[in-house]
């Protein structure tokens, strides 16, 4: 299977890119009083991207014979997609008020941008590494 390993980490990196500006979209029409982001098909189409997105991950795991839970930079990034996860929740139907709303889409898309830089660096703190040594 290591021969795929380019064609799954393209995939995998494209797969964050469109469930991140997907559900920044979403978050932002929500705030705006739309419809259309809770919608069936929107939502089934959001569950379609985010399956295929960690079966990408899974492959590369598997490929590149990681253990996610005894590589620093992936258990970060494992908590990070928790946080994304129960923000991203709050932030499109859960949280009370408009304002409570809001805080969590910044706080959730925080969360994927520094999801993003700790892989882009595989340190756990990202960006945050070249500000700190």
């Not at 985010?50 to 492959?59: H, Q, S, V």
């Not at 490929?63 to 928790?82: D, S």
């Not at 929740?89 to 994927?112: D, I, M, P, Y």
Request: proline residues 3%.
């Amino acid at each position: 299977m290591i021969e795929y390993y380019l064609q799954i980490k393209h995939a995998h990196i494209g797969l964050v890119l469109l469930s991140g500006g997907l559900f920044a979209l979403r978050g932002t029409a929500a705030l705006a009083g739309m419809r259309w982001p809770l919608a069936a098909p929107v939502r089934y189409l959001s569950y379609t991207i985010d399956t295929a997105l960690l079966t990408a991950a899974l492959m590369l795991l598997v490929v590149l014979r990681l253990n996610p839970f005894a590589t620093g930079w992936l258990v970060v990034k494992l908590l990070l997609l928790v946080a994304y996860i129960v923000l991203g929740v709050l932030a499109l139907k859960r949280a009370r008020t408009r304002a409570g709303r809001a805080l969590c889409l910044a706080v959730a898309l925080a969360a994927f941008g520094f999801m993003y830089s700790v892989a882009r660096a595989h340190h756990p703190l990202g960006f945050l590494q070249g500000l700190l040594s």
